[in-house]
């Protein structure tokens, strides 16, 4: 059966110290890893794709990897505007929907 | 330009009453998606459309949802004799074809919906 994990559940940091959080997925035939974040009371804003292991993609403080298993969204010196929930999802393998896990949220205070 | 827009974005019904949840998509966005997510729970597959294609249905729950696209625009989910455990947020998301599974698909704000 096709799943998509996150770990840790919830993390919070100090403004400034850097951490990953990591998505784990069972899936064949991957089709393509999407990152999301949501912040409260919103629908989920899109931050990446990625496709094929190795590759890496950034957005300021966020950058994204991916290898055959996981993927991992690195937040570099985060602010506090960058609490959110974090989603991961990979595509099902009918192309029709894609599969996310429940999430991280991250809390970061100064 | 315009994203995804949902309506109502707070619907608060009585058990046992039906409601409609409305989706615009993205302009000239051709694959349009329901998901549902409940509390503790990640987004969850209802529905799926593409262009004129018969839609992939096999998310949705009970044969009290059901869906559908008019004109390849507009969507309306509706739920029948509404139950408390069909209180969730309901998100709808378009992509520009659909065709591929790598499509990107762009989110709305969501309805959320309240069954007492």
């Known amino acids: 059966e096709d799943q998509v994990t996150q770990s840790p559940e919830a993390l919070r940091l100090q403004e400034g110290e850097s951490s990953s959080l990591n998505c784990s997925y069972t899936?064949?035939?991957?089709?393509?890893l999407f990152w999301y974040r949501q912040d409260p009371g919103k629908g989920p804003e899109f931050l990446f794709t990625?496709?094929?292991a190795g590759e890496e993609k950034e957005k300021e403080r966020l950058k994204a990897t991916l290898t055959k298993k996981e993927s991992f969204l690195h937040i570099t010196a985060p602010k506090p505007e960058d609490s959110a929930t974090y989603l991961c999802a990979s595509a099902n393998q009918a192309g029709t929907a894609l599969i996310f896990g429940k999430g991280t949220t991250l809390s970061v205070s100064s | 330009g315009a994203g995804v827009s949902q309506s109502p974005s707070n619907k608060v019904t009585e058990k046992g009453k039906d409601v409609e949840l409305r989706c615009d998509p993205i302009s000239g966005h051709t694959a349009l998606y329901w998901y549902r997510q409940s509390l503790g729970q990640g987004l969850e597959f209802l529905i799926y459309f593409q262009g004129n294609s018969a839609p992939d249905k096999s998310g949705l729950p009970s044969d009290r949802f059901s869906a559908e696209r008019t004109g390849g625009s507009v969507s309306t989910l509706t739920i029948q004799r509404t139950q408390q455990e069909d209180s969730a947020v309901y998100l709808c998301?378009?992509?520009?074809?659909?065709?591929?599974?790598?499509?990107?698909?762009?989110f709305g704000p969501g309805t959320r919906l309240t069954v007492l």
């Open positions: 899936v064949s035939g991957l089709r393509g």
């Open positions: 990625l496709y094929l």
């Open positions: 998301a378009s992509s520009p074809m659909g065709t591929s599974s790598t499509d990107t698909q762009y």
